[in-house]
């Protein structure tokens, strides 16, 4: 509603301005910028997991994403398989594009993600060694894609996903088995001699689930902080849904900003008006004006935390038509601030209006 009154404020303006520079001098009609967006309004930096064959190839994307965002994380191009597909070779390009592009923008890239148990390559998976075998090919990894960026990349999702869906203890994962558990302890520690300028985050989802998983984050993320492990941060993955109840979002983000008290990431906001699966469900004003309350509501819990907490909030993908969602649970859905059209949806409106 906001954004639609100044949008009406902006072309009022705008005829005004064409009126009086008609009569004085025609030569000098200058363009209104209506300087609306994500980017110019938030507190904190805002940005968005981005798919980098989109950023290269289409304008209506890049665009997009070059007049909201001043932060950017790889949705795919640094994870292990994607960079590091043979043992002895590492695919720069992607993540080097990347970089180059937020640099010219004036944004900040966040590293994703140095330690996952999926999207390992085969040469990883299949690797024969003994346990120093195996802790230099950790270490290395680590270290190569670090180094690479270290003075470029400001922030890491140094270890992702480490705890099962129930928050009852560790994920079960290549890294558990061959490096033991405190193979999290040791992916921080070799991030950091790495670049140690780098804020380091653990990054999971699920603390909006309930108490269980919420705390087992925060008791891990503690611990690491307790024992001296350079942590710096939290993400919450955030990939939720239309039908969660308020009080779940508040107190994933209000409790594990409070108890861990380190810099909070909203590192893969998205929510899904679907989560049912219905194959014909349509989106609606209703479930779009609902969406936008969640949003929202989320935004408004975040920007009242801590303001040296505050690390950033990541929407994962741009528009709702290169969302992950549709093609992963194969089903219509709608989860993004913005629509396939590259439009604004009341969503956006409903962020804007948090900063105003
Ligand atoms: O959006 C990503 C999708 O394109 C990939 O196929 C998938 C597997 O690598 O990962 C998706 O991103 C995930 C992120 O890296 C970690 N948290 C969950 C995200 C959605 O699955």
């Avoid at 690797?127 to 690479?148: N, P």
């Avoid at 919420?214 to 008791?219: E, K, L, P, Q, T």
Wanted: hydrophobic residues 40%; charged residues 20%.
């Amino acid at each position: 509603m906001t954004t639609a009154i100044q949008l009406l404020i902006g072309l009022i303006m705008l005829t005004a301005c064409t009126k009086s520079n008609l009569t004085d001098n025609e030569n000098t009609l200058e363009p209104v910028v209506l300087d609306t967006s994500l980017r110019n309004l938030s507190p904190f930096p805002f940005g968005a997991a981005v798919n980098v064959g989109l950023l290269k190839n289409n304008n209506n994307y890049r665009q997009l994403v070059v007049r909201e965002f001043n932060s950017l994380t790889p949705e795919n191009a640094m994870k292990t398989r994607f960079i590091h597909p043979q043992q002895d070779t590492y695919a720069w390009a992607d993540a080097d594009y990347l970089v180059d592009f937020a640099d010219e923008h004036n944004m900040r890239v966040h590293g994703h993600t140095l330690v996952w148990y999926k999207n390992l390559p085969d040469w990883i998976i299949n690797f024969q060694g003994d346990s120093i075998a195996w802790e230099q090919l950790f270490r290395s990894h680590i270290q190569t894609v670090v180094s690479r960026y270290k003075g470029r990349i400001g922030s890491w999702d140094v270890v992702n996903e480490a705890l099962n869906n129930e928050g009852t203890g560790m994920r079960p994962s290549l890294w558990l088995t061959k490096l033991g558990p405190d193979y999290i302890a040791r992916a921080f520690q070799y991030a950091h001699d790495a670049d140690p300028d780098a804020l380091l985050f653990y990054n999971d989802y699920g603390n909006e689930y309930g108490p269980t998983k919420r705390n087992a984050i925060i008791n891990l993320v503690k611990g690491l902080k307790d024992a001296g492990v350079p942590i710096h941060g939290v993400g919450m993955q955030m990939h939720t849904r239309v039908n969660r109840e308020d009080q779940f979002h508040a107190s994933a983000i209000t409790n594990t900003a409070t108890e861990t008290g380190l810099l909070i990431h909203i590192a893969e906001l998205d929510i899904a008006v679907n989560p049912d699966n219905n194959p014909d469900l349509v989106f609606t004003e209703t479930l779009a004006a609902q969406q936008a309350q969640k949003y929202g509501h989320i935004v408004e819990t975040f920007t009242g935390i801590n303001t040296n907490q505050r690390f950033g909030i990541t929407t994962w993908n741009v528009t709702d038509g290169d969302s992950w969602i549709p093609g992963t649970y194969n089903r219509p859905d709608w989860p993004l601030p913005f629509d396939a059209s590259y439009q604004r949806k009341p969503a956006y409106d409903s962020i804007i209006a948090v900063f105003e």
